[in-house]
Structures are given as C-alpha cells and as structure tokens.
Nanobody, 116 residues
Framework: QVQLVESGGGLVQPGGSLRLSCVASGSMSSISVMGWYRQALKQRDMVARITAGGSTNYADSVKGRFTISRDNAKNTVDLQMNSLKAEDTAVYYC???????????WGQGTQVTVTS
C-alpha cells in the first residue's frame, strides 16, 4: 500500500502562483509514475505526470505555466503553478502508479481556487 498526502492548496488571484506538495509513504518501490490530477466537476483529468527517471508530460492547458518535480529520495512530488487562471480552479489530487495508465493510489485532494 501507498499513502499520499497533499498540501499547498488555497485561494489565489488570477495571475498568481501556488505550489502543491505531495508526500508519499509505504511501498514506494512498486511506484513508477507520480502525478497531479484535478477534478472540477465530475471528470478527473491528468494535469502533469513524472516518471522515476524524470520524464514528464503535461496537459495542454497547463504547458508553460505548471512545472512538476519529483524527489525520489524524499518520496515527494511537487507542482509549481504559475499564471493561474480561473479555469484552474479544482480539487487537485496526487496520484501514484505502479505502471502506465491511471493511478493505483490517490491522496485526499487539496482545493485550489483562482478568483479575483
């Protein structure tokens, strides 16, 4: 089992920045990919993912604004979010995969609200 705990959400004005952090614990040797996902209404979408080797991919809507980073020694994955827009408002979840595809494990989520 893997446990994920997110932090760093909050309220920010458009154009502002936030940094989300996720700390993982448990059987991390089985984890290949870690990432951030968000859910505004019913659908949960991938925001950014990073492999243990550091390869990343991003949703088109956040490219150039968000940066994902990972510290394998500390079992953390961060998401730096710049130039935030109202449409970035959502609950953000940290996810961890054993293989490619959808996460096997989820954090509890952290709310990000972008509003003037």
């Amino acid at each position: 089992q893997v446990q994920l705990v997110e932090s760093g959400g909050g309220l920010v004005q458009p154009g502002g920045s936030l940094r989300l952090s996720c700390v993982a614990s448990g059987s991390m040797s089985s984890i290949s990919v870690m990432g951030w996902y968000r859910q505004a209404l019913k659908q949960r979408d991938m925001v950014a993912r990073i492999t243990a080797g550091g390869s990343t991919n991003y949703a088109d809507s956040v490219k150039g604004r968000f940066t994902i980073s990972r510290d394998n020694a500390k079992n953390t994955v961060d998401l730096q979010m710049n130039s935030l827009k109202a449409e970035d408002t959502a609950v953000y979840y940290c996810g961890a995969n054993k293989n490619s595809g959808w996460p096997n494990y989820w954090g509890q989520g952290t709310q990000v609200t972008v509003t003037s």
